[in-house]
């Protein structure tokens, strides 16, 4: 059975700091990686991942996959309080196309 | 981008009664549409893949004739939950892709209460 897990589960920071969340698989048949924010209702996509070591970014916003590793991380520097919000990880399985997600991380950036 | 819409938003209905849910895209043909739930405080489940034209594929545990699905056309699933009962109580949310090897595009999810 698939599986991604992501940590920590929560997190607390003051705006302008830099965070770095986790996120390990265990996808059959491994296709990418894909992260998404969840703010309220449908999650928006961030960022898909299917080489290793090379490192996407997106204004503050920033991954890289490892695949000997079997993880990813993302990097959110100088937060801002309108970065709070669920991230969520997710592994493709290349057989299925399908995607299995892990729990999250919930953040929260105060002033 | 492109856009998958899913209506309805919210419903609440009444123990018994079956409720539709309709996802299309709306600029581009999804062959393949996912169907997943949510419960408060856990992450997205996988609850069945919706093939344009064929049967879905659900995954273990979701009950098939109890989540009834069909992909009648390239640019609409929809999920109908039978006889619903108060557990059927969670966020369920489509999502299609353009192509293979695309990222995900999730609709904006429909929030079941069930009395």
């Known amino acids: 059975e698939d599986k991604v897990v992501q940590s920590p589960l929560s997190l607390v920071v003051h705006e302008g700091d830099t965070v770095t969340l986790n996120c390990s698989y265990e996808?059959?048949?491994?296709?990418?990686l894909l992260w998404y924010k969840q703010e309220k209702k449908a999650p928006t996509f961030l960022f898909m991942l299917?080489?290793?070591?090379i490192e996407k970014k997106s204004g503050r916003l920033s991954s890289i996959l490892d695949k000997k590793e079997l993880s990813s991380i993302l990097n959110i520097t100088a937060t801002q309080t309108g970065d709070s919000a669920i991230y969520l990880c997710a592994g493709e399985s290349g057989t299925a196309s399908k995607l299995t997600f892990g729990t999250g991380t919930r953040l929260q950036v105060t002033l | 981008g492109a856009v998958v819409s899913q209506h309805p938003s919210r419903v609440i209905c009444k123990s018994g009664t079956s409720v539709k849910i309709e996802c299309r895209s709306l600029?581009?043909?999804?062959?393949?549409m996912f169907w997943y739930r949510q419960f408060p405080k856990q992450s997205l489940m996988l609850m069945a893949t919706?093939?344009?034209?064929?049967?879905?594929?659900?995954e273990q545990g979701v009950e098939k004739d109890k989540f009834l699905i069909n992909h009648a056309s390239l640019t609409l699933s929809t999920l109908t939950v039978t006889s619903a009962h108060p557990e059927d109580s969670s966020f369920y949310i489509c999502?299609?892709?353009?192509?293979?090897?695309?990222?995900?595009?999730f609709g904006s999810g429909t929030q079941l209460s069930v009395l």
């Open positions: 600029d581009f043909q999804a062959t393949t």
């Open positions: 996808v059959t048949n491994f296709r990418s």
């Open positions: 999502s299609a892709r353009l192509l293979a090897n695309e990222k995900l595009f």
């Open positions: 919706s093939n344009e034209g064929s049967k879905a594929t659900y």
């Open positions: 299917t080489s290793s070591g």
